[in-house]
């Protein structure tokens, strides 16, 4: 493991004080051995109407890091190692032995800084896929490097999964990580979030065993990556909630062929974050290992002394091209790459240790020549090493030790109603407080809700608690630390929770719309749902997003209406309800908060407050398993299978039909990933006659997957041919008249059922 002790910092003379922060308009100073620092800002005011006190600009001394001669030569043996293991990957990709390439070169020397003062297993890690070199000098091998590379199934990063350079490592809280530039940003901030509400939540004070009082939580990130909103996001919460995350902005100039300055207004990142209150900011020099060493260590400080976030902007080079999937030389003038070449941090701190007569050339060379020697054995093992199994490609897709559609999730039968029958609000929200009552991981958040963020102002104010009033009064049940508001921005809801839940928090956020979840697409998508098989079970994000669906609400128009739930049930690890009533919301809401994955819990708006689905209390244990269908009515002629809204709307056109002289089942599905196949299978063999409604449009909607594998597995049952009854190919207008013409009516389902019973 990697010398991970405090590192001692001693005065420069007077002629190397570091100078103090230049002008907005010019470019970050760089010396040889120091860094331009921002002083540490006062504590913001503990008023939430009043914004932080200013930082004065001055200058600090810096100071230069009091290493012995064996010390200085680790750092050369871990950057040049690093070094080694790039180019030892290149080879294997030129001689098709590996399937992709990324390095790091270039970034080393501000990288190794970074691992000697953070402690592995102590402090967490989310670092990009430059950072080969921080993970090597917080304890990673070259062979887990180099079976990363070559897809074994030992690979700690991924166990085979992912490519290369996408780092995590359980044993040393290096959290996995992926390919979207900038997701990682948000996790950091709510991994680091999780230690400071697990300081704040009395129930959990003694239950923390995996935080440490003044833990860091790294993150990194290039130049390019910071043109992405949630970076900016990221920054926000990290300053606001003054959270120990330490933003590592590696700039190398490049986002694989864009310069910085087109990425950037004025070309200079940290010149825009510079005003951000409680934010520690220095610029180094990323290729001098001692200048980023005196960065570092001040930066980490400021955060374990938990006065607010620090940003370092290291300015590095990249010698090689982005990846090997891309050449540099279609782009980059050949004398701008020979000016990187000079800024070398591997041979430039060669060249420092025999100036300073640490070592002499044939040392170094010996040094090169052991870690070539190493570097070879260890691809040769990582080639040896044995594939993941075929049949291992469906491990941890969902949790492996909790299955939600299990018995044990099953208590529908022993329900116990009693009390007045309340709403589906009503239930929610009991189930809510319930859930947070018994288990104190549980944390609530999303816009506006909380009862009412300021505190001081609670008992003057009735509350919001959501603007559907779903979380209304757990703010002042269970108090701010666990139920809280978020800013506008749905990515920031849903990157924390997932942080959060990877620290063993469970996170219950709302996204107050349907219509307004895909910002959180990226975070949702690629990272939620993939934690748990990206990482082969290593890592996983259990939580619950609730959200408001669907239509029928007259006036809610394009925004305020959308349904489509065919995006997500199509993301396998997500677990996807949907219920259609009160006593059906508390059970599977329930079984939400209570399995191990992540769930979209989607509540329909317009069900929200109908006297028809009304329930009283089913008990504090009730739950409902995941994929176990309801039959609502009882039928002998044709089926129809359906969800959401449409149960109701098909039970009046059942009734109706009724009147006909035709005799209707229908079956609530419930849960829509995963699905009760058991019981479509059962009504289709029963009535040989089906109808699939849902509220979605036609084309592509949920019910196209159903009807397609009752056609394909239950044909020989079948006397007609599948029906569907759902919204037309467009959107949801405001005009009343409009919306009923778009969206899916009992009467649509009525000339559906005449139509497949005449057929």
């Known amino acids: 493991m990697p010398d991970t002790k405090v590192l001692k910092l001693v005065p420069k003379t007077q002629a190397e004080v570091a100078k103090p922060l230049a002008p907005a308009e010019q470019k970050p100073v760089e010396q040889k051995a120091s860094a331009a620092v921002r002083p540490a800002p006062q504590p913001a005011s503990a008023r939430v109407d009043q914004p932080a006190p200013k930082p004065e600009r001055a200058a600090q001394p810096a100071a230069r890091p009091q290493l012995s001669p064996e010390e200085m030569l680790k750092i050369y043996r871990t950057m040049y190692l690093s070094r080694r293991l790039d180019d030892k990957e290149i080879q294997l990709k030129n001689q098709n032995k590996i399937f992709f390439q990324i390095s790091g070169a270039g970034h080393e020397a501000v990288l190794v800084a970074a691992g000697m003062t953070l402690k592995p297993a102590y402090d967490w890690f989310y670092p990009y896929y430059r950072d080969r070199a921080l993970c090597l000098q917080l304890g990673m091998t070259p062979l887990e490097q180099l079976l990363s590379a070559v897809g074994a199934e030992q690979d700690p ?12 490592h359980k044993k040393l809280n290096i959290v996995s990580q992926s390919s979207p530039t900038g997701t990682q940003l948000l996790q950091a901030v709510g991994c680091a979030e999780a230690g400071y509400r697990f300081q704040l939540i009395k129930e959990l004070d003694k239950r923390a065993a995996n935080f440490q009082k003044d833990e860091v939580v790294y993150v990194s990130l290039g130049d390019g990556t910071s043109s992405e909103g949630e970076f900016w996001e990221a920054l926000n919460t990290a300053c606001n909630l003054k959270l120990p995350v330490l933003f590592l902005l590696e700039d190398n100039g490049y986002a694989i062929s864009v310069p910085v300055e087109v990425q950037t207004a004025g070309g200079d990142v940290s010149r825009l974050v510079e005003n951000f209150p409680n934010l520690y900011l220095q610029r180094c020099d990323g290729t001098d290992a001692i200048e980023s060493l005196v960065a570092m260590q001040r930066a980490v400080d400021y955060c374990r002394a938990r006065k607010g976030p620090a940003f370092i902007h290291a300015k590095v080079i990249r010698p090689y091209s982005h990846s090997l999937s891309d050449d540099e030389r279609l782009y980059r003038p050949d004398e701008e790459r020979t000016a990187d070449a000079e800024r070398d941090p591997v041979k430039r701190f060669g060249v420092r240790l025999i100036d300073e007569g640490i070592i002499d050339q044939n040392g170094l060379q010996k040094i ?24 291992t490609a469906k491990l941890y897709v969902y949790s492996p030790n909790v299955d939600p559609t299990a018995k044990d999730f099953d208590t529908e039968d022993r329900a116990q109603l009693t009390g007045n029958a309340g709403t589906m609000v009503d239930l929610i929200n009991r189930c809510l407080h319930t859930e947070m009552a018994r288990d104190p991981h549980v944390v609530v958040f999303g816009e506006d809700v909380a009862d009412c963020s300021r505190e001081q102002s609670l008992d003057k104010v009735k509350g919001k608690g959501g603007v559907f009033k779903v979380t209304a009064n757990l703010q002042r049940k269970f108090g701010s630390a666990r139920v809280f508001n978020s800013p506008l921005a749905e990515a920031n809801i849903v990157g924390r929770a997932i942080g959060m839940a990877t620290r063993g928090l469970k996170p219950v956020v709302e996204i107050q719309f349907f219509d307004y979840i895909w910002p959180a697409m990226h975070q949702i998508r690629n990272e939620l749902a993939l934690m748990r098989w990206r990482s082969g079970g290593d890592w996983s994000a259990p939580l619950v997003m609730r959200v408001p669906v669907g239509g029928y609400l007259r006036g809610g128009a394009v925004y305020h209406s959308q349904s489509g739930v065919s995006t997500f049930t199509q993301i396998p690890g997500l677990r996807v309800v949907y219920p259609s009533n009160a006593l059906d919301a508390n059970g599977l809401l329930r079984t939400a908060i209570r399995c191990d994955d992540p769930v979209l819990f989607l509540e329909h708006k317009h069900l929200y407050r109908q006297t028809y689905n009304k329930s009283q209390y089913p008990g504090d244990d009730f739950m409902i398993p995941f994929g176990k269908a309801k039959t609502v009515r009882e039928g002998k002629d044709l089926s129809i299978i359906t969800y959401g809204a449409l ?33 479509i299978t059962a009504t289709v063999k029963k009535t040989s006659k089906v109808i699939v409604a849902h509220e979605d449009s036609l084309s592509f909607g949920y019910g196209a997957e159903i009807a397609a594998r009752i056609s394909n597995e239950l044909f020989e049952y079948l006397d007609a041919p599948v029906s569907r009854v759902a919204a037309m190919d467009t959107f949801v207008a405001y005009a009343p008249q409009l919306e009923d013409a778009i969206l899916p009516q009992a009467s649509d389902v009525l000339a559906a059922i005449n139509s497949l019973r005449s057929y």
């Open 647 to 679: 149960v109701q709307r098909s039970v009046v056109a059942a009734k109706q039909a009724e009147q006909q002289g035709i005799s209707v089942e229908i079956i609530d599905l419930r849960s829509l990933a995963p699905y009760d196949w058991d019981a």
């Open 368 to 391: 090169k020549d052991d870690i070539d020697a190493a570097v070879n054995e260890a691809a040769d093992a990582a080639l040896a090493s044995p594939q993941p199994a075929r049949e």
């Open 157 to 168: 990063n991924s166990h085979g999964r992912q490519m290369p350079s996408h780092w995590g």
